[in-house]
Nanobody, 127 residues
Framework: QVQLVESGGGLVQAGGSLRLSCAAS????????MGWFRQAPGKEREFVAA????????VYADSVKGRFAISRDNAKSTVYLQMNSLKPEDTAVYSC????????????????????WGQGTQVTVSS
């Protein structure tokens, strides 16, 4: 089993930045693909970004390309989401997710591809 704990959320003005962190425990972090998802009130959960277990492959939603960056530190068992140029429409609960990978496979962008989830952290962007 994998435990994921997010931190770093908060209230920020439009145009500002935040960095989210997700610390993993319970399984070797280096075999986990990791993703970030978000869910705004009344909306479906949506994909934000994902990174392969090695860190060599990243994927982003079109809505955050050029503004957000996902990275990982396998020595610290942590994945990060650097969010710049934040907009009010980025307001949501952000959750990290993980899945164990054996071999090489495309990093999933669907929530169904991830069995492990954190509890989420609130990000609020004021206009």
């Amino acid at each position: 089993q994998v435990q994921l704990v997010e931190s770093g959320g908060g209230l920020v003005q439009a145009g500002g930045s935040l960095r989210l962190s997700c610390a993993a425990s319970g399984r070797t972090f280096s075999i986990l693909d990791m993703g970030w998802f978000r869910q705004a009130p009344g909306k479906e959960r949506e994909f934000v970004a994902a990174i392969s277990k090695s860190g060599g492959s990243t994927v982003y939603a079109d809505s955050v390309k050029g503004r957000f960056a996902i990275s990982r530190d396998n020595a610290k068992s942590t994945v990060y989401l650097q969010m710049n140029s934040l907009k009010p429409e980025d307001t949501a609960v952000y959750s990290c997710a993980g899945r164990s990978v054996v071999g090489i496979a495309a990093v999933p962008t669907s929530p169904r591809g991830y069995p492990y989830w954190g509890q989420g952290t609130q990000v609020t962007v004021s206009s």
